[in-house]
């Protein structure tokens, strides 16, 4: 008869990193962490650039914006795996019966390539990115999406400040490009300044929900607004 498990095994799985000359504890932690996350592990089995893919894939299961055929524009796309999601599922490669979709992804800095993607480095912000977008699109966008965090400054308020500033910069360029009936996906932080946010995006499309898909580590406060049904 085979011997009853002590269940030591399993508690033995997790990694536990020690500290070292010249690490911050922080960083060590950070390390600990990263290397005891299955969406991290996930993410380097299945062949995405990072465990934020994994928020998309999840919101998309929700909401299923990301069709067959769509024209998809990630907005700060960087390091790409929310473009390498949409691939798949808008079949941008048409490898796979049914529409062809269109992935466009830009960012402020180079984006290593990615099949079925076509990646541009631009500053969204700037005068006639919105045109830029569309000639690359060959049209509207139906879904426009945005995972962009401004860089932190150690202060909490400031950063959420920022990010919603990014946030509602994005939008504005969704507002220009969307087909009707489109949908906006982007990155906020929980805190109440967002609020400005929330009553622009419910003026212009018919539903607007925030969610925090359980890719979204618990310990953050990002959450995630979804606005569907682009009023144009």
Known sequence: MAKKSS????????VKVKSARGRKLSSTRWLERQLND???????????????????????DK??????????VDLGCAPGGWCQVAVKRVNALGDRPGKQGTV???DLQEIEPIAGAELHQLDFMEEGADDKVKDWLGGPADVVMSDMAAASSGHKQTDHL??????EAAAELAFD??????????????????????TLLKKRFDKVANVKPPASRSDSSEKFVVATGFRG
């Open 38 to 60: 299955p969406y991290v592990r996930r993410a380097k089995a299945e062949g995405y650039r990072g465990r934020a893919a994994f928020k998309i894939l999840e919101l998309d």
């Open 162 to 167: 920022r990010i919603v500033a990014l946030c």
């Open 104 to 106: 466009l992804g830009v």
């Open 7 to 14: 269940g030591r095994g399993q508690r033995d799985l997790r």
């Open 63 to 72: 909401y299923g914006f990301l069709k067959p055929g769509a024209r998809v």
């Open 177 to 198: 490009v969307l087909e009707p009936g489109g949908t906006f996906v982007a990155k906020v932080l929980a805190g109440g300044a967002e609020q400005g946010l929330q």
